[in-house]
């Protein structure tokens, strides 16, 4: 990949035209995604990652698991997906901005939000200093992969805070006739309809948890309706015992009186998805899973421009203490759930594992950084009972690897 940087594909500026023309529908009465859905088909098309994000270390960077994707285009993408969900009112959008919020967000900063990445890697085995002439990455130097207070950069500093609160706020919007619940995450809201308080609130573990209660609450009774997206990788889904087309809005009309509860059940299964170069990568519901690699943390704390970088807020170097070189060599998964604590995107305590057996595989690496492909497809071991879990629950891993005969 030629080392070059250009506004035209910056991966940033990429995200954030991914709304432009959903704005300008307001004003001109154009098709509210029709850009959006052919600029997304493009980008993907030769710069995807496993996420359902693009590569970008700065500018698009092809599909390869070891080049990155800047910290500040996840936040850009999450806040187009954000206004092409409210003014298209298309399902699709909602699936790819949770595709971003679990997966994306999460991997690319610490637990606590002290520190993040300046890009992150689909497969990324050590998070530490990379020699000048082995540096994957597009136009980025060494250190834009370790985790910092401004690693590489400080724009993703200042940016990164703004995605999270921004998805809360989209969580549930003002529909033409009520209220609709555009992702089932832990939120509430209250606003007055037709001069009655009506308060809503959604109790649920999702994205780790299969299910969700919104509560209704009306002072005195009101006619309103009630969205429910069902997410387009759902196999299937339930409201209150009905079933609910996947990749759709399930409407509710009625009158609302007191406080009311409707469940919402979805069906969520393992997958390995294909991936180019036939790897493989294995997605459940909105969430995609990776092997966790052990690491050893070093904190490099030092001054720089006049400021002290101590811990939390230094930087840090992670080192792999376990063993990455594997692959897939089955397709029958088990599913365990966990208790979801304080950090839901916990390292060391992830709310959901999958276990499944893999094999150790011929593959190199170079300071630091895995070979885009195994030298060969063939299992150097007998099968391991491993668990695997959420892309976001993790600092090292691998995430995209072959399905090998045992």
Known sequence: MDKYWTQLNHVVNTAMAFKSRALMSLLTGESADGFAREMYEKVMRYNSMATGHFTGDECLSGDSPVQGSECCSVAEAMYSYEILLAVSGNPFWGDLLEKEAFNCLPATTTPDMWAHQYVQMTNQICCSRIAPDQVPFNSNGGEAHMFGLEPNFGCCTANFNQAWPKFALSAVALSADGLAVMSPVPVSVRIEKEGTAVSLQVISGYPFRDEAVIEITAERPVEMELLVRIPGFAQGALVDGEKAEPGSFYRIYR???????????????????????????LVRGPLVFSLPITETCRKLEYVKDGVERKAPYCDYELTPASDWNYGFCTETFEVRGNEIGEFPFAVDNPPLQIKTEMVKIPWQENGGVCAPLPQERRALSQPEEKLLQPYGCTNLRMTEMPLVSR
Do not use: H, I, Q
């Open 255 to 281: 009158k609302w009186e007191g406080s009311t509860r409707v469940k919402v059940s979805f069906s969520f299964v393992p997958v390995l998805t294909d991936r180019p170069n036939d790897m493989k990568a």
